[in-house]
């Protein structure tokens, strides 16, 4: 397997929660004016990743668009929350607002209803996804394939054959599941060709607890995921 087949992931930089302070700011002032919930900021220390490549360095070339860039200009979200109980066997409908250079998600749509029990729905109002076909990049520099954090998730498209794997591996990040140690895994710190194919789903159970994923903007409250 090639270099390029593979991308690694690792914990996102904590120093990017300096540059938002006027977002938890305007958070307090949002939950001041219109109140009640669960609603929780999610600056990008919260529940972050990315996905770094194993071959390193941009190359080629190409442009390069930092992930902070991303987010401050698509991800509006100020507050999302996240509603746990009881295991449910229902599916769980994802609406999901894609931007950009925008690819064939068909292959990991699948392996998210076949193992995941989670259905994409393209809406408007969803959780935003941008693609780009420039090379992304953390604020430190490095070269990543995809990254997440609850407010939205940017996926570079520029290695066809890791799309499928990044696809379903960054909205399981969306939906609050977190890496685990078995390279099998949809979750591993690893991406490559072969998944999402017959990947293991260790957390499936974990995230059948999920009942749904709501946005606070300013314009107001909005769902994102929810069981049928």
Known sequence: MSARAEAPTSAWPPDTRRPRRA??????????????????????????????????????????????????????AITVDRERGETSTR?????????GPIPDTGEAERWLRDHANVLIVRSPDGAPVVFTDQ?????????????????GVAIETRDASLLPCVFAHEILHLLGLHHVED???????????????????????????????????????VTWAERL
């Open 135 to 151: 090379d992304l990049a953390t604020d430190r520099g490095n070269a990543a394939v995809g990254a997440t954090v609850p407010r």
């Open 183 to 221: 390279e099998g895994d949809i979750m591993a710190a690893r991406c490559d060709e072969d998944k999402p194919g017959d990947a293991a789903f260790a957390d499936k159970e974990k995230l059948d607890r999920l009942r749904s994923v709501r946005a606070f903007t300013l314009t107001g409250r």
């Open 23 to 76: 977002r938890l700011l305007a958070g307090l002032v949002a939950l001041g004016l219109f109140g009640g919930g669960a609603l929780w900021w999610t600056g990008a220390g919260d529940g972050a990743t990315e996905v770094s490549r194993a071959f390193g360095g941009s190359g080629g070339g190409v442009a390069i668009v930092a992930f902070d860039d991303i987010e401050a200009r698509y991800f509006h």
């Open 91 to 99: 599916p769980l409908i994802v609406r999901l607002a894609m931007s």
